[in-house]
């Protein structure tokens, strides 16, 4: 088996094609990203005083005035509330002048512009966070009362652990695109995954017509090819990944080797979905080539590549979306350690990412293993 993974890693590096879209392009398209974002981003930036309007439609959860009331009060305010009526809350919006308007009523919802970015996303995090504890607190007063006091200092300590987190992290909005990039690296890797798959197939390439009458298991044969495709793609992406911590200096808010973790799970879904792109179908390699870069890409512009707001714009109408597209996750491992501090969330990523991979793999070996040839 180690002799077919060293001839697959001598294969897959003689691919020109392949070495430019996994290695040269995400490194050119950092250094882009490097210089168009370098001017804009300032990296000591605090977000106080987020404008936002309040609406009030109905009766509020108990507390919420005085949520509002207390974030908006101060030099050191999270919000700054310019109006409550719905009118002037129109107008401001559609001015860019405001980052998001609360409509108060027995639940609460929250509207955001157009090019949302960080900031409506905190605003979107507290309303979270309140309606999250209030359902909480409310539950446990009506069924356990006695409980209560101790539930409260659990929050307590909760909210001295996100607050200590949250100074600690980036809040350069622009990392978003740094995210994305390590994502879209690691799914542009279906293409890596789709020769492994094609060069095991005997209508489709003279190296799958030899593979097909050798006599190792087709199995063995294809985690042999996996196995050195995922080893290559994942040095390249953390290489990608070293010139954009060390060289550029992009503060990712996490250690190195959670990079190197996330990339790990990156570049594995990449290759699980390219692989069974290329078991699955009989059409020509360029056509397959076609359907990967389409829904590499695809995915990578829901998430927020290519607008950054995309990622709250979908959390806000369709947030099944963001649970299920793999390049979304991938950030979102991001976010859930920087931001919000979260191995919870991070885990929880995971688990949506190794589903992923499974049922990649499980319909490459059966699309594999009932593959018959009249004739070699």
């Known amino acids: 088996m180690l002799h077919c993974i060293k001839y697959e890693l001598i294969n897959l590096v003689r691919n020109k094609v392949v070495v430019f879209w996994m290695l040269g392009f995400p490194i050119v398209l950092g250094t ?10 300032d990296k000591e930036q605090d977000y106080k005083h987020i404008p936002i309007a309040v609406i009030e439609k109905g009766k509020a959860p108990e ?35 405001l980052d998001g308007i609360i409509y108060a009523d027995s639940e609460l919802s929250l509207e955001v512009p157009g090019g949302a ?18 359902d909480i607190i409310t539950s446990v007063a009506e069924k356990n009362p006695e409980k209560l006091p101790q539930l409260l200092k659990n929050l307590e300590a909760e909210d001295n652990f996100v607050s200590s987190s949250y100074n600690d992290a980036n809040k350069d909005p622009y990392v978003q695109y740094f995210y994305n990039l390590l994502a879209m690296a690691g799914l542009m890797g279906s293409m890596m995954g789709m020769y492994c798959a094609i060069n095991h197939q005997a209508n489709l390439s003279a190296l799958g017509a030899r593979v097909e009458v050798s006599p190792m298991s087709k199995i063995k044969d294809i985690l042999s090819s996996l196995t050195a495709t995922l080893l290559l793609h994942n040095i390249f992406t953390d290489i990608g990944a070293a010139y954009l911590v060390f060289l550029l200096k992009i503060d990712f808010g996490v250690p190195f080797w959670v990079i190197i973790a996330v990339n790990f799970l990156s570049t594995l879904i990449g290759d699980c979905m390219g692989c069974f792109v290329g078991s699955v179908s009989t059409m020509k390699e360029g056509a397959k080539n076609g359907i990967l870069l389409a829904v590499s ?6 998430s927020g590549l290519m607008f950054g707001g995309m990622r709250l714009v979908i959390e806000e109408n369709l947030p099944i979306i963001n ?3 793999p390049a979304a996750v991938i950030v979102d491992c991001f976010y859930s350690l920087c931001v919000y501090g979260s191995y919870e969330k991070f885990w929880g990523n995971v688990l949506v990412l190794a589903v992923w991979c499974a049922l990649l793999l ?9 593959r018959r040839y009249k004739s070699l």
């Open 297 to 302: 890409l695809g995915l990578c512009f829901l």
């Open 323 to 325: 649970r299920i597209n």
């Open 362 to 370: 499980a319909g490459s070996f059966a699309a594999t293993r009932k």
């Open 32 to 41: 882009l990203f490097f210089v168009a974002f370098g001017s804009l981003a």
């Open 117 to 134: 970015g960080i900031k409506s996303g905190i605003v979107k995090s507290v309303l979270e966070s309140f309606t999250s504890r209030y």
């Open 63 to 97: 507390g919420f005035d005085i949520l509002i009331d207390a974030l908006s009060e101060g030099e050191e305010a999270l919000f700054d509330v310019k109006t409550d009526s719905p009118e002037e809350a129109e107008q401001l919006m559609e001015k860019g002048e």
